[in-house]
């Protein structure tokens, strides 16, 4: 497997190819589709390559089954994951020209892949919503590269105790490339300002203050920066049972990099 030209298109694939699969039966020209637009292959057959090894891919991962026919007429093909996209390659080879809609295979979505695009799609709010416009373009590439890693340790850090916003700001520190501490901190309250509207986390302390309103703990930590980052335990995050259930699909995602021990 190709992995570092896989492990850069897979999110963005994966998302959009679950979403018409939420839609409806999906035939494999719509995956050709979302691997072109997402990937830097030079011709169709790297398209073709990279589009099969996602197609197993997804098939190991469980988010996706497929077949032939629709609606009521839909018979699965069965198989292991390695079985299957071989069967779809030598049907493909076998067209010897390019592929057309509706040939060959459909895949549907499992339940699996419904919860995963739940989580998968929450990214969409830092790419669709985010109103902080003193961000720069190469900042906002930071968080948004940043949010599934940052998430990922974050829960698994949390998940049997509080994160406090020190612990937090080390994630971050790792994963987002930001240039110094002072963009460290902008990207922290990015994304832990996610983090709470998207309630995976909430907050248990402030400074010896419960606050619930996600926008009032941002703010309150915005403007005590120095002194909740420099007392341990001043800034307490709980993780919700949402952030648990959450927890379990991300450890079961590839590409993504649990680091939650090494200090940067």
Not at 122 to 148: G, N, P
């Amino acid at each position: 497997m190709n992995k570092c030209n896989v492990e850069s298109v897979y999110l963005d694939v994966k998302l959009n190819f679950l979403a018409f699969c939420l839609e409806d039966s999906t035939h494999l020209l719509s995956l050709f589709y979302f691997v072109g637009h997402s990937s830097q292959c030079l011709d169709d057959e790297e398209t073709k390559q990279m589009t099969l090894e996602l197609a197993e891919l997804f098939l190991a991962e469980d988010i996706v089954q497929v077949g032939e026919g629709l609606d009521e007429d839909f018979l699965l093909w069965e198989g292991s994951p390695h079985e299957l996209a071989e069967r779809i390659k030598q049907k493909w080879d076998a067209l010897n020209r390019p592929l057309e809609p509706h040939e060959i295979v459909y895949f549907i979505h499992t339940e699996k892949g419904r919860q995963e695009f739940e989580v998968l799609h929450s990214v969409r709010y830092l790419q669709e919503h985010d109103e902080d416009t003193e961000f720069t373009l190469l900042q906002k590439k930071r968080i948004q590269t940043a949010y599934f890693n940052v998430k990922l340790n974050l829960l698994a850090r949390g998940k049997n105790g509080n994160v406090d916003l020190a612990g937090l700001n080390d994630i971050v520190a790792k994963f987002s490339y930001g240039e110094n501490p002072e963009e460290i901190q902008r990207i922290t309250i990015a994304l832990l300002r996610v983090f709470l509207k998207e309630r995976i986390i909430e907050a248990r302390k402030i400074a010896g203050q419960w606050i619930d309103n996600p926008e009032a703990i941002v703010l309150h930590v915005h403007d005590n920066w120095r002194r909740l980052l420099s007392s341990p335990g001043a800034a307490h995050f709980e993780i919700t049972p949402k952030g648990k259930a959450e927890l379990k699909l991300f450890e079961g995602i590839p590409f993504l990099h649990l680091k939650t021990n090494s200090r940067r």
